[in-house]
Antibody
Framework: QVELVESGGGVVQPGRSLRLSCAAS????????MHWVRQAPGKGLEWVAF????????NYADSVKGRFTISRDNSENTLDLQMNSLRTEDTAVYYC?????????????WGQGTLVTVSS | DIVMTQSPDSLAVSLGERATINCKSS????????????FAWYQQKPGQPPKVLIY???TRESGVPDRFSGSGSGTDFTLTISSLQAEDVAVYYC?????????FGGGTKVEIK
């Protein structure tokens, strides 16, 4: 069965960096676009970033553009999110999510999420 | 950016009664070339990730009970729970995938009256 497992969350000071990873299994990872979606404590869902199935196309929310970088390794079935210059407003649970296919970016599988807390 | 506005923010419904949630997009999410609405509904229970219920505005995800249905087109959409069950207590979100940035509604909390 499809499984997405995030890791790398934790407590970090403002201005510092953190790298999140998502390990995928149970499907052909290289076939699907992947996304990061976050949820601040007690708040709604916010899309963060997208990467195409082959990694050639990427897109970011304005709130993270220039600070976050999404990447994937199709040989290792992993999705990453490099987060630099972190701000307190980046505090959230970060989910990796699978999009079913190109052009249909709704999320049919989600990981359990990893909590990132940006605080001094 | 396409803004998604859900209503109401919360609602309390008696067991077995109908629950209706609305979502309005600031621009049409209907793609004319294939006549598909790039629109989905999710359910999120406490401590869990969201789960897709409906995509293409009205297609029920496999395994989702048929008491959940989606309707609407263009800019106005509705999620209906025909007979509320205790396990349906959750927050429900709409999402458009017509264009980036992908955007979600603010959520509707459904409780038992």
């Amino acid at each position: 069965q499809v499984e997405l497992v995030e890791s790398g969350g934790g407590v970090v000071q403002p201005g510092r960096s953190l790298r999140l990873s998502c390990a995928a299994s149970g499907f052909t990872f290289s076939n699907n676009p992947m996304h990061w979606v976050r949820q601040a404590p007690g708040k709604g869902l916010e899309w963060v970033a997208f990467i195409s199935s082959d990694g050639s196309d990427k897109n970011y929310a304005d709130s993270v553009k220039g600070r976050f970088t999404i990447s994937r390794d199709n040989s290792e079935n992993t999705l990453d999110l490099q987060m630099n210059s972190l701000r307190t407003e980046d505090t959230a649970v970060y989910y990796c999510a699978r999009a079913l296919l190109r052009g249909a970016h709704y999320f049919d599988y989600w990981g359990q999420g990893t909590l990132v807390t940006v605080s001094s | 950016d396409i803004v998604m506005t859900q209503s109401p923010d919360s609602l309390a419904v008696s067991l077995g009664e109908r629950a209706t949630i609305n979502c309005k997009s600031s621009q049409s999410v209907l793609y004319s070339s294939n006549n598909k609405n790039y629109f989905a509904w999710y359910q999120q229970k406490p401590g869990q990730p969201p789960k897709v219920l409906i995509y293409w505005a009205s297609t029920r995800e496999s395994g989702v009970p048929d008491r959940f249905s989606g309707s609407g087109s263009g800019t106005d959409f509705t999620l209906t729970i025909s007979s509320l069950q205790a396990e349906d207590v959750a927050v429900y979100y709409c999402q458009q995938y017509y264009s980036t940035p992908l955007t979600f509604g603010g959520g509707t909390k459904v409780e038992i009256k």
